[in-house]
């Protein structure tokens, strides 16, 4: 298990930009994929994109392709979502997650340790 810890979300108008941190305190941290998924209200957690324990490969799911961005810094324990062009359908609660899978095997269940979650609005 791997304690994760969320921050950066808040209000923003559509077209704007946010960029979510997560902290993981584990000294192993580049070791795991990590992964960030949202839940809207009455509405399934869904995947929005994960990074490979290096950092070189990313993945997302298509309608946040081209204008969000995952990246990490291994030397910090830290995973970042940067958002670009928010529309109000970005609006949820956005949690990071780490997998100890491989890149290529990982899948959405794959996630054992998870974040509180962090709130992100965007008003039209």
């Known amino acids: 298990q791997v304690h994760l810890v969320e921050s950066g979300g808040g209000l923003v108008q559509a077209g704007g930009s946010l960029r979510l941190s997560c902290v993981a305190s584990e000294s192993t941290f580049s070791s795991y994929v990590l992964g960030w998924f949202r839940q809207a209200p009455g509405k399934e957690r869904q995947f929005v994109g ?35 062009s928010l529309e109000p359908e970005d609006t949820a609660v956005y949690y990071c997650a780490a997998s100890s899978y491989t890149y290529t095997a990982v899948r959405e269940a794959s996630f054992g340790s998870w974040g509180q979650g962090t709130q992100v609005t965007v008003s039209s």
Request: aromatic share 8%.
């Open 50 to 84: 994960c990074i490979s324990r290096s950092g070189i490969s990313t993945r997302y799911t298509d309608s946040v392709k081209d204008r969000f961005t995952i990246s990490r810094d291994n030397a910090r324990n830290t995973v970042y979502l940067q958002m670009n």
